[in-house]
């Protein structure tokens, strides 16, 4: 497939990244340096210029191209390029946002903008946020099969009870796979005998209900019915959307905001949220909203250092939960060292979404881990797929891809794979794959 991607920034690298070992990829970024430097660091072709000029989609061949992938930081740019391409061809166009107002209209309408597919960065973001307090104790959370399949990646502390137990000792769950294992940046596929140590941040599939049983017992502390008390720090438009979804769930967060005429608006559109005007740097006021005893604090300001310290000033007061959004990738590490609980990337996020379109959008969604170590994969089984009729073992003995089927859904119903375990056609397939196999394992759906 011949993919054209329309900016360079992290959000760009990324999809090429993950894009160029099966596909043909061309970059074009209005940083001709910025191009030129990629063309050494991956396999793929660089053009410098601007993304919405005809001439330059011509120069990248957009006419033949079978998806254009928009995703500079600036919106309006986005959609007139998707524009541009339609007027040279008929390549699937994926357009990256940050409005929400946008991604309403397109959703109204769908040959909108001449976008195929939007993806809205703060509604996202939010949306990873929600589910990652749905279920306090994971670092990482991502629905498969319509809601049927549940992953989370949680990191195991020297205080939890499965600390020490072995993969067989710690699975108590019939509707729960352990899939792999990510320790001192190295990836292990778990057998019964693999011990859980300290720092180990273990991948699992299963059942949501199964997937909760498991958080208890990694954190039976940190993982309440619900998470009454949830303090949300910053009234961009991720911590209004993270507030708004909550709100749908049945929720009534708290939301400290120090512009006065934003804190109004959102407290006319926020019902169900107590919205608060004042600096959330002031420990003073923090300890008089007695936030040190909120189950979580959500970090969403407009800036990654304000995050930080917010992040910081939450944990010291001893709130039990902090989750913050890091914008830069490069700054996602340093928020982890310093112990902050969950930090979420809104690029990565992106890039995520728009990846699972990629593979011929055989793949119905993606979720990549640990820096890109593996990805969970969910496909749907072919006619002619090269899994009918084959057993779980059998396949694990014959291929020599780095896989671990996780769950099958069919007819709707969950199926907890074994050895014996044969696939069908219409199958959902949802596995946890080695980053480098994932083109191979998807081809053969």
């Not at 030129?36 to 330059?56: F, I, P």
């Not at 989609?57 to 928009?70: C, G, L, Y």
């Not at 000033?313 to 939960?321: D, T, Y």
């Not at 609980?341 to 993606?366: C, H, L, Q, W």
């Amino acid at each position: 497939m011949h993919v054209v991607v329309i900016g360079a920034g992290e959000v760009g690298t990324t999809i090429a990244e993950n894009l160029s070992p099966d596909h043909d990829v061309t970059i074009i970024d209005i940083d001709p340096e910025r191009a030129e430097q990629l063309k050494y660091g991956l396999d793929v072709l660089t053009l410098g210029g601007d993304g919405t000029s005809l001439s330059t989609q011509e120069a990248a061949n957009v006419a033949a191209s079978d998806m254009v992938i928009a995703c500079t930081d600036d919106d309006l740019t986005n959609l007139v390029a998707c524009g541009t391409a339609k007027t040279l061809g008929d390549p699937f166009t994926v357009a990256r946002t940050k409005s929400t107002e946008y991604l309403w209209t397109w959703e109204r309408d769908n040959s909108a903008f001449g976008v195929d597919f939007m993806v809205c960065t703060d509604l996202l973001t939010a949306q990873d946020i929600v589910r990652v307090i749905g279920l306090p104790a994971a670092i990482d959370v991502d629905q498969f099969a319509d809601g049927t399949v549940q992953m989370a990646e949680f990191e195991v502390k020297d205080e939890s009870p499965v600390a020490g137990q072995t993969i067989e000792e710690a699975d108590r769950f019939d509707s729960l796979t352990f899939v792999g294992v990510f320790r001192d940046g190295s990836m292990i596929l778990p057998r019964g005998d693999t011990v859980i140590e300290d720092g180990d941040r273990t991948v699992v599939i299963g059942s949501p209900e199964s997937v909760q049983l498991f958080a208890s017992d990694i954190a039976p502390e940190t993982t309440p019915n619900e998470a009454d008390e949830i303090v949300i720090v910053g009234g961009s438009e991720v911590g209004f959307q993270t507030a708004r979804l909550l709100e749908k769930r049945g929720l009534s967060p708290r939301l400290i905001e120090q512009n006065s005429k934003r804190a109004r608006w959102l407290a006319e559109h926020l019902p169900d949220t107590y919205v608060m005007e004042h600096d959330a740097t002031d420990t003073e006021f923090l300890a008089r909203e007695h936030v040190d005893q909120a189950d979580i604090v959500v970090a969403a300001l407009d800036s990654d250092e304000k995050n930080l310290l917010v992040s910081v000033l939450a944990q010291r007061l001893g709130c039990a939960r902090v989750i913050s959004v890091v914008d830069s990738g490069e700054y996602v590490a340093l928020f982890e060292q310093i112990g902050i609980d969950v930090a979420i990337n809104p690029r990565r996020v992106t890039a995520e979404e728009i990846t699972r379109f990629t593979f011929d959008k055989i793949a119905e969604n993606i979720a990549v881990l640990d820096d890109d170590l593996a990805e969970v994969v969910e496909v749907e089984l072919g006619i002619d797929s090269e899994l009918v009729g084959r057993r779980i073992d059998e396949l694990v003995q014959e291929i020599e891809a780095t896989f671990v089927i996780g769950a099958i859904t069919r007819n709707g119903s969950l199926i907890t794979p074994r050895g014996d375990t044969k696939f069908r056609h219409n199958d959902h397939v949802i596995a946890f794959v080695e980053t480098p196999f994932v083109g191979e394992f998807i081809s053969m759906a």
